[in-house]
């Protein structure tokens, strides 16, 4: 937009970061996205691409194969030139290690664990995803059925998992389970699961109605005997782990919906402006100017929150219920935007083949994952004083 305010929260070499991933996504994604979108998944090749150009844990340290800079505003980059081009899904999958999995590796890992898992990853070479969700928990973790039991040097591990990302291409899962006796809703723990473990298997690959090329799959664990090298951090702590790190998982997805907006506004200016009706361009009725008009301002105001919430995430001071309120804020108007857009296109809103129509399916999922907005309004309520 002609409009936009100068943003200053990046500086040369963000800049210079931003020049090298927008050359990547141009010629090795957008002209494999409607294959990868049939496909129901991306290339494997495509994260060891990633990897070769640093796109693949930038946070993580040198010593581990990672770019070493534990910066968020690299990650959002990525992100946000992947929206750019409508590759939503595409960033999910970057995201998912980047934004999450990374983070408790580097955090919660000993250093054999970090050496023999991190630079595989980073390197594309090995695709990583995490397993909370299960077919009778969402978003109350506390309420999750897989357990793990301990059997001398190995825990045995039983129970399902759903709406997992990258599912179908994980070599590793870190997976969320019952340590604790059954009564006992916070004893939960944290284990890594190898792709080849005796008893771990995929179920079917979900169908959604939107990220058509980021695959969703549903997990098994059949007394899978997993190492008690393998546990991520200290027995019965994992609760606390996956309530830190979700500020980080939600900013993550606010920022994806942050520039989906932004795309999705930008696309419909174009074609309000040279669509014909009644003899005049669609942007040139009042009514549809002032519609253009109420979204840019709100997807501006929201930018300005948006960058300042990742700069407070940055330096420490983002707190738990700002960053609710950023993705609740984000992904709410999200809806609005992509609904009221549509509605500029008429007809041709509704074919597929338009990015509008695209954008309308990708974005609905946003106001559910990590956490849904009524979740997120738990959190902000229960912080007001």
């Not at 999910?92 to 919660?108: E, H, Q, R, W």
């Amino acid at each position: 937009m002609n409009a936009q305010l100068p943003r200053t929260l990046f500086d040369d070499d963000h800049n210079a970061f931003r020049a090298v991933v927008r050359e990547f996504i141009d010629g090795e994604v957008v002209p494999h996205l409607d294959r990868w979108a049939a496909d129901g998944s991306v290339d494997r090749e495509f994260y060891q691409a990633a990897g070769r150009v640093g796109l693949l844990g930038p946070a993580v340290p040198e010593p581990y194969g990672g770019g070493g800079v534990d910066d968020f505003r690299y990650s959002m980059v990525i992100t946000e030139e992947l929206c750019r081009v409508g590759a939503n899904a595409v960033s999910m999958s970057i995201g998912g290690f980047n934004d999450l999995v990374a983070p408790y590796l580097c955090g919660l890992g000993t250093e054999e664990q970090k050496r023999r898992w991190l630079p595989r990853a980073c390197s594309g070479g090995l695709v990583t995803a995490i397993a909370m969700s299960e077919p009778s928990a969402g978003s109350d973790l506390r309420a999750i059925r897989t357990s793990a039991t301990p059997e001398g040097d190995h825990y045995r591990l039983t129970g399902a998992k759903t709406f997992i990302s990258n599912g179908i291409l994980a070599d590793l899962v870190v997976v969320a389970a019952k340590t604790g006796p059954p009564r006992d809703r916070d004893g939960i723990s944290l284990f890594v699961v190898e792709r080849d473990m005796p008893g771990f298997t995929r179920g079917r690959k979900l169908a959604k109605i939107g990220l058509d090329a980021q695959d969703t799959a549903e997990l098994f664990f059949d007394d899978v005997l997993v190492p008690r090298t393998n546990l991520l951090g200290d027995e019965g702590r994992g609760l606390s782990y996956l309530m830190h790190n979700l500020t980080t998982e939600r900013m993550s997805v606010t920022v994806a919906a942050m520039a989906s907006m932004e795309r999705t506004l930008h696309h419909t200016l174009e074609y309000t402006r040279q669509r014909q009706a009644f003899g005049r361009a669609v942007a040139d009725f009042q009514h549809n100017r002032f519609v253009l008009a109420e979204l840019a301002t709100q997807i501006q105001v929201t930018r300005v929150f948006v960058d300042r919430c990742v700069t407070e995430l940055v330096d420490g001071t983002l707190t738990p219920e700002t960053a609710a309120m950023a993705k609740l804020w984000t992904t709410e108007l999200q809806q609005t935007v992509v609904q009221r857009c549509l509605q500029l296109y008429g007809g041709y809103g509704y074919m597929r083949e338009y990015p509008i129509a695209r954008d309308f399916l990708d974005a609905r999922v946003t106001t559910l994952f990590a956490g849904t907005s009524e979740i997120m309004k738990e959190i902000i309520a229960r912080s007001l004083p």
